[in-house]
């Protein structure tokens, strides 16, 4: 399946939902490797003494905007706008949103993974594993992308669709086969967990 044909298909959920987060960076998630078998147990732990809540770090608020598009605000981050038919769409392992910001490039993921999460996390709503990476951009980096800093976060644009994978092209085919970003892909990045509110 290319990446337009997902707009053919229909799926009864396009939402994400309201997510509280759990930062794993750092303490399981090395950007390298996961320790899921000490993430996995540090969760079931928390949820079983039924104090995941003082582990919450941020909060993703879901809102639909129209009908190809949904608005994900990241606390500590601002609003990214996702097309909704790549939520929950099986054939895509993951949603993604842009922001150009300070001259600083930032790429949301979140993964349509909740199947998996549910068969190791014993919680009664979603899960799903989410990441931000942080692009922080040279002159000609910026240059390169500065078209698209007001565009990529006017999500009610009729355009935005074109405007989205104008610039994911642009991301993935231009800025990251650079020698530069084939060496240090990005600056820094956020691994979180999220989980839905129940």
Known sequence: MGIFDVFKSKTVVKEIGNLNCVNIGGKFDTGHKVDNKALFKYLNDHIKKKTLKKEYSTTIKDKVISDTIN?????????????????????????????????????????????????????????????????????????????????IAQGKNKQFLDIYFELYELIFQGLFKTDKRKKYPINSFVSLVGFREV
């Open 71 to 151: 608005e994900v605000k990241v606390l500590s981050a601002g609003s990214f706008f996702v097309p909704r038919n790549f939520i929950n769409e099986k054939d895509y392992e993951k949603i993604m949103g842009f922001r150009i910001i300070d001259k600083s490039l930032i790429i949301l993921n979140i993964k349509n993974d909740q199947d998996w999460w549910s068969k190791k996390i014993d919680y009664e709503e979603e899960i799903r594993s989410i990441s931000m990476q942080m692009i922080e951009l040279d002159s000609e980096e910026y240059k390169l992308l500065k078209p698209f800093e007001k565009k």
